[in-house]
């Protein structure tokens, strides 16, 4: 995470579309990923539904670099609060099954992170009812990784649990060296 005392902190901190006076690391954390260009780890929020089994999580727009110099230029052209399409693409070289995000106009923008992918395929079979949006479009100068933040929200099915797969569950100290412990590191490959 940047350092709080750095000149350009306040300007980090809306570029994650939160407000500067408001210093939380770890919602900082659940939005920017934590993630460095050395780390293999990548941080994020449980996503919990509501009691009306509705959703909604923030994350940039990931993939954006190995998309094409068109549809780059079409991310800078987003608007706050554009629709996106959300769809299931099966059979991505580096991921297998990925859910991909397209403009309105069908101008392919990049990927929905990794994490999401297992429940969003069950709750895509279940229910219509899941979309995206554009919450914020950083300037040119802000890194590709967190140029564009999206927000996906829905409706689940009654009793389906967010993150409850075996990926998510708690490691337990003896584990931290297990390669089944459910630590996976981040691939720096397609998105």
């Not at 070289?93 to 859910?99: E, F, K, L, S, V």
């Not at 564009?148 to 967010?162: A, D, Q, T």
Request: charged share 25%; with cysteine.
């Amino acid at each position: 995470m940047l350092d709080p005392n750095r000149r350009d902190f306040a300007d980090y901190l809306r570029s994650l579309d939160l407000d500067p006076a408001n210093r939380d690391p770890i919602e900082i954390l659940a939005i920017s990923g934590g993630e460095r260009q050395t780390d293999s780890l990548e941080v994020f929020p449980k996503i919990e539904a509501r009691s009306n089994n509705t959703f909604a999580c923030r994350f940039f727009l990931h993939g954006l670099r190995h998309v094409s110099d068109i549809a780059q230029a079409r991310s800078l052209r987003l608007n706050a609060s554009e629709p996106l399409q959300v769809s299931l693409e099966l059979n991505n070289p580096a991921t297998g099954p990925a859910i991909q995000l397209t403009t309105s106009d069908y101008e392919f923008l990049g990927w929905a992170p990794r994490y999401l992918v297992p429940d969003i395929l069950k709750g895509i079979s279940a229910s219509r009812e899941i979309v995206a949006r554009v919450v914020r479009v950083n300037d040119v100068g802000i890194p590709l990784n967190r140029r564009v933040l999206i927000e996906l929200s829905g409706r689940l099915p009654e009793g389906f649990e967010l993150m409850s797969g075996p990926e998510f569950q708690v490691i337990s100290v003896d584990a931290r060296t297990s390669k089944s412990a459910g630590i996976h590191k981040l691939s720096r490959s397609r998105h």
